[in-house]
């Protein structure tokens, strides 16, 4: 259990790992998440389920190296075992009767929009994709999102690939071209998924985003996940991590995810140091 069975870089500190986990697998839904800690003094934190296979009994999961922790999970190979693993958690996403969805993934965002436009293409429904980042290299799950969408629009910030500028610019176009648009699903960085809730919102286009809260037991004990919907608290959990975006405060969701900030410096240098002692 919790053995890593493949490895794969997918852009500059960009790692996908498959992991046999047959009881996630088993009951894994597009928008959930599993926590993990690599060892016994680890950090727990949260990953979303990139992907499953029932038969195999596997799951996939997606991470960018930005923190210690993810640093840690970098360096573990193949036939490697993840010390705890947990999940599935929080709620599949809730997608409505639709015929056509647009779903966007803005950066490391990408792996888990993929589920969810998987889901809704074998469900039937008519998936238009909308995938950025800041540069081609960072590009990925390009051919995955071809396989599930009639439409595929890539943008990157520098034009490298696609068309230059962000994941809002192409919407606008498809918005102002009269494509009728029953829901949008974004995932990304907080500040893209506020610009597009922004743009639908001025459209009036029910939209999902799926939070990349802090979260520490992942299970609503802790309460670090909180969210502010409209006038209710809710933990991204176990209430979301999808909710509808325009009752979503992404400013307070902004100032939470810097909460740490210092602390998270403090323990990459740590851990900078550990590295140059062992290759000294």
């Known amino acids: 259990m919790n053995k890593i069975l493949e ?14 986990a047959p009881l996630i697998a088993r009951k894994a839904k597009a928008g959930q998440f599993v926590i993990l800690r690599v060892h016994e003094r680890g950090e727990r934190f949260p990953l979303t389920i990139a992907d499953y296979d029932r038969e195999k009994g596997t799951i996939t999961l997606i991470f960018q190296e930005v923190g ?4 840690l999970l970098g360096n573990l190979e193949v036939g490697d075992v993840i010390l705890d693993l947990v999940g599935p958690l929080g709620k599949a996403t809730k997608h409505p009767h639709a015929k056509r969805v647009v779903c966007i993934g803005g950066g490391v965002g990408v792996a888990p929009v993929y ?8 469900n039937g429904v008519e998936v238009i994709s909308i995938i950025g980042a800041r540069n081609k290299d960072l590009l990925f ?17 520098d034009g490298s690939a696609g068309r230059k500028g962000f994941v809002t610019d192409a919407l606008k176009d498809l918005i102002l071209s009269g494509m009728e648009i029953d829901c949008v699903i974004a995932i990304g960085p907080m500040p893209m998924m506020k610009a597009v809730s922004n743009l639908t919102k001025e459209y009036g286009i029910y939209t999902i985003v799926s939070l990349n809260s802090l979260m520490v037991d992942g299970t609503g004990m802790c309460g670090g996940c909180r969210v502010t919907i409209g006038n209710e608290v809710k933990f991204a959990c176990i209430d979301g991590p999808a909710f509808e975006a325009h009752s979503i405060d992404f400013d307070e969701q902004m100032r939470r995810l810097r909460m740490y900030q210092e602390e998270e410096k403090l323990v990459d240098c740590k851990c900078g140091e550990a590295e140059k002692n062992v290759e000294n």
Do not use: C, G, R, W
């Not at 790692?15 to 046999?20: D, F, L, P, R």
């Not at 210690?68 to 640093?71: F, G, L, M, R, V």
């Open 7 to 20: 490895k794969k870089v997918l852009a500059p500190t960009l790692k996908q790992i498959v992991v046999n």
């Open 68 to 71: 210690a922790s993810t640093k």
């Open 115 to 122: 589920p969810e436009a998987k889901e809704l293409y074998e």
């Open 141 to 157: 799950y390009v051919d995955e999102m071809k396989k599930v969408s009639k439409e595929l629009y890539i943008t990157t910030d």
